[in-house]
Nanobody, 125 residues
Framework: QVQLVESGGGLVQAGGSLRLSCAAS????????GAWFRQAVGQERELVAV????????DYADSVKGRFTLSRDNAKNTMYLQLNSLRPEDTAVYYC??????????????????WGQGTQVTVSS
C-alpha cells in the first residue's frame, strides 16, 4: 500500500505561483504513473497533469498548459506541480494520484489506485 501526502497549497492572489509536493511512502512509487487532479466545489474531479513512471512523457489539461509544470524526483519518491500565473478558476482541492500503468497512459480518476488527502489551492481575484 502506497501512501501519498500532498503539501504546498494555500491562498494566493491571481497571477501568483505555488508549488505543490506529493511525497510517497514507498519507493515503488518510482515505477508508477503519477498524476495531479483537482476538484472545485460542485464540480467533478478533473485531470490537471499526468506523467509516466520516469517523467519522460507528461500530458496536461488544456486549461493549464503553459502555466503548470509537473515533475518528479524518483530518488526522493516525490512528485511536484508548479502552478504559475494562477487564476481564480484554478481554485480547487488538488489531489495527487498514482498507479502502476506499464506502458499505458491513464487519464481518468477511476484508473488510479492511490490517492493523497488533497491540498486546498485558493486564488483570489
Amino acid at each position: 500500500q502506497v501512501q501519498l501526502v500532498e503539501s504546498g497549497g494555500g491562498l494566493v492572489q491571481a497571477g501568483g505561483s505555488l508549488r505543490l509536493s506529493c511525497a510517497a511512502s514507498d519507493r515503488i512509487f518510482s515505477t508508477y504513473s503519477g498524476a495531479w487532479f483537482r476538484q472545485a466545489v460542485g464540480q467533478e474531479r478533473e485531470l490537471v497533469a499526468v506523467t509516466n513512471w520516469n517523467g519522460t512523457r507528461t500530458d496536461y489539461a488544456d486549461s493549464v498548459k503553459g502555466r503548470f509544470t509537473l515533475s518528479r524526483d524518483n530518488a526522493k519518491n516525490t512528485m511536484y506541480l508548479q502552478l504559475n500565473s494562477l487564476r481564480p478558476e484554478d481554485t480547487a482541492v488538488y489531489y495527487c494520484a498514482a498507479t502502476f500503468s506499464g506502458n499505458t497512459f491513464y487519464h481518468r480518476p477511476h484508473e488510479f489506485h492511490y490517492w493523497g488527502q488533497g491540498t486546498q489551492v485558493t486564488v483570489s481575484s
